[in-house]
């Protein structure tokens, strides 16, 4: 009987896996991308930086709000942006492959192809090697 639900569950295991290969759902790993692409890291120091600069200054409260809130509309047209340009990406990436739908991979616990690889290429983005854990 033990052998019998062991079985079962390889077959199960089997049948998603091929599942996932053949997934009409596309898969990007947004953190992965913005954590590996230049122009989002110069984007965010600049911002960064403007905003040390803002809370810095030996200005009126009002003025420092003012900036600040210049500086909030300029992240999110930043982030507009570069959002439209990985939606751009993975459309084309999901059009090329035949997927009827892309999500991002954060909260998804399996299933799917994984473009990231294949988004980060079209978005002329080199992967930064991660260390392996515990070495």
Known sequence: ??????????CA????????????IGLVDVQRIVSNWPEYQGYQTQLLNEERSISSR?????????????????YAKVTDQ??????????K??????????LTREGIGYGGVDITSDVEKALNITEKATPT???
């Open 58 to 74: 030996r200005e009126s409260a009002a003025r420092r709000v003012s900036d600040a809130a210049g500086l909030e509309r300029k």
């Open 133 to 135: 854990p515990g070495i």
């Open 13 to 24: 295991a089997a049948m998603l896996a091929a599942c996932a290969r053949h997934s009409s």
């Open 93 to 102: 990436i999901a059009s090329q492959s035949q997927l009827k739908l892309v």
């Open 1 to 10: 009987m033990r052998n019998h639900k062991h079985a079962i569950l390889l």
């Open 82 to 91: 570069l959002s439209a340009q990985i939606r751009d990406a993975a459309g």
